[in-house]
T-cell receptor, first 113, second 116 residues
Framework: DAGITQSPRYKITETGRQVTLMCHQTWSHSYMFWYRQDLGHGLRLIYYSAAADITDKGEVPDGYVVSRSKTENFPLTLESATRSQTSVYFC????????????FGQGTRLTVV | GENVEQHPSTLSVQEGDSAVIKCTYSDSASNYFPWYKQELGKRPQLIIDIRSNVGEKKDQRIAVTLNKTAKHFSLHITETQPEDSAVYFCAGHPWVATSGTYKYIFGTGTRLKVLA
């Protein structure tokens, strides 16, 4: 199906473990973004990518790693999960130049215990 | 760096009344100003956007106005209905000169409650 999909939808992990959240889009959009959503903080940008092999930090990048070897995939890795990383994570994509509508995935609810 | 401030954080209105949400931005080079709606448990979705060469844009009961001199843009919802209850986000689109890319950052959101 066309669109942007995230997996898993829900994840529970233990403190200190590595976890990877997946994001896949079928539109060949150049830009992809990762956000975390916490109550009272809105949507905060973690990392973004303007094209394959081009990534840059957002507002809250510490503790996260991204890669983009293919245009359609943009995985987010928590290298050593902490309780403060419990959140809802949204992936999004937009067309070239990035100053256009962003399309969001359905989100991943991550709980770190 | 770019900052997007959104007010108010919560807004309650009676059904049928109007609602106004305001955002200010700091990057004078910004040229794209979108608004997103997020219903409970759902993903954010674009409801309206405006570019810097336009002062106002309207789509049925929603409108966005832009004041580039003052660096603010506002979402207006008229004749509010219960289904308008949601969280609304504005977004800013600063150009990052060091990497030649655009960021896409959001305001902190406004929780709108339409009271029947």
């Amino acid at each position: 199906d066309a669109g942007i999909t995230q997996s898993p939808r829900y994840k529970i992990t233990e403190t200190g473990r590595q976890v990877t959240l997946m994001c896949h889009q079928t539109w060949s959009h150049s830009y992809m973004f990762w956000y975390r959503q916490d109550l009272g903080h809105g949507l905060r940008l973690i990392y973004y990518s303007a094209a394959a092999d081009i990534t840059d930090k957002g507002e809250v990048p510490d503790g996260y790693v991204v890669s983009r070897s293919k245009t359609e995939n943009f995985p987010l890795t928590l290298e050593s999960a902490t309780r403060s990383q419990t959140s809802v994570y949204f992936c999004a994509s937009s067309e070239s130049r990035g100053d256009t509508e962003a399309f969001f995935g359905q989100g991943t609810r991550l709980t770190v215990v | 760096g770019e900052n997007v401030e959104q007010h108010p954080s919560t807004l309650s209105v009676q059904e049928g009344d109007s609602a106004v949400i305001k955002c200010t931005y700091s990057d004078s080079a910004s040229n794209y100003f979108p608004w997103y709606k997020q219903e409970l448990g759902k993903r954010p979705q674009l409801i309206i956007d405006i570019r810097s060469n336009v002062g106002e844009k309207k789509d049925q009961r929603i409108a966005v106005t832009l004041n580039k001199t003052a660096k603010h843009f506002s979402l207006h919802i008229t004749e509010t209905q219960p289904e308008d209850s949601a969280v609304y986000f504005c977004a800013g689109h600063p150009w990052v000169a060091t990497s030649g890319t655009y960021k896409y950052i959001f305001g902190t959101g406004t929780r709108l409650k339409v009271l029947a």
